[in-house]
C-alpha cells in the first residue's frame, strides 16, 4: 500500500448475498482509478445478504463519488467511508518464517513481544498467527526482517463502528 495515508481508505459495503456482485463493484473502483489493496467479504446475520470490507487506495477527491456510484448499484443496500472513524479495524496474518535453532529464542521473544500465536513449528520454521491492527502486522513484519520470512498471508481489513452506529 501506498505510505500516504490520506490516499488511504476502507469501505464497508452491504450487499445482496448474489453471484455478480462483487465483479460490479469492483468494476466502479477500476472505473474511477482506485486500487482494491485488500477485500473481505462474508456473509451477514441474514444469509441472504454480505458486508464487504474494501481497502483501497486512491485520490480521496473520488471517493464522494464512488459511495453514491456503489449506492446506485441495484444489490447495494449501504456503503459507508470508515476511513477517518473511530471504528474497531482489525486484520489477521499467517507469516512463515525460516529459524534455525541458533535463533529461535530470539524469534521466539518477538512473537511474544507482538503477541502472536506459534501455529506451526519445525526444526526449521515458524508459522505465526498475528491479529491486530494492520500498523501492527506490519510492525511486526518489519521486526522479523532479520530472518528469512518464506510466506505471508493477510485477510485484508475487517472494521465494526463503535457503539450503535451502523458498519
Known sequence: MPNNDKNLHTLSVYVANKPGVLARVAQ?????????????????????????????????????????????LVDVLSCFDHSSDTAVMKEMGLIKIAVDAEDRPEALQIIEHFGCKTVDLTPTSIVVQIVGDPAKIDAFEEMIQKFNIIEIVRTGKVVMSRGEGMT
Do not use: C, H, W, Y
Open 28 to 72: 466502479v473502483f477500476a472505473r474511477r482509478g482506485f486500487n482494491i489493496e485488500s477485500l473481505v467479504v462474508s456473509p451477514a446475520v441474514d444469509g441472504n445478504f454480505s458486508r464487504m470490507t474494501i481497502g483501497l487506495s486512491g485520490d480521496p477527491s473520488g471517493l464522494d463519488q464512488i459511495i453514491m456510484q456503489l449506492s446506485k
